[in-house]
C-alpha cells in the first residue's frame, strides 16, 4: 500500500509539472527531461497534442494516468487491499 500511495504522489507531482510546463509553452513537453522533470519510475507517453498518459511502476505496482482524468480525481482514489 505504501509504494502506491508514494508513486500515486509521484505521478501526480509529474503532472503537475507537465501542466504547467503546457501553461507556460502553450504545448505538451516531448518528455519528462523537456519538462525538467526525469523519473526513473514514470515513463510519459503523448498521445495527442492535448492528451498525456504517465505509466508508474515500482515494486510490482503500476499505476496509469491519462490526462484527460481530473488530477485531483486521481491522486484521491483510494487503494484496495
Do not use: C, W
Request: glycine share 6%.
Amino acid at each position: 500500500a505504501r509504494t502506491e500511495d508514494d508513486l500515486r504522489m509521484t505521478v501526480s507531482a509529474l503532472a503537475t509539472q507537465i501542466n504547467d510546463f503546457r501553461l507556460a509553452k502553450g504545448r505538451l513537453p516531448v518528455s519528462l527531461d523537456d519538462a525538467g522533470a526525469p523519473s526513473q519510475t514514470v515513463r510519459y507517453e503523448q498521445l495527442d497534442g492535448s492528451t498525456y498518459m504517465l505509466t508508474g511502476a515500482d515494486n510490482g505496482v503500476t499505476l496509469i494516468y491519462k490526462s484527460n482524468t481530473p488530477l485531483a480525481e486521481f491522486s484521491a482514489l483510494e487503494h484496495t487491499p
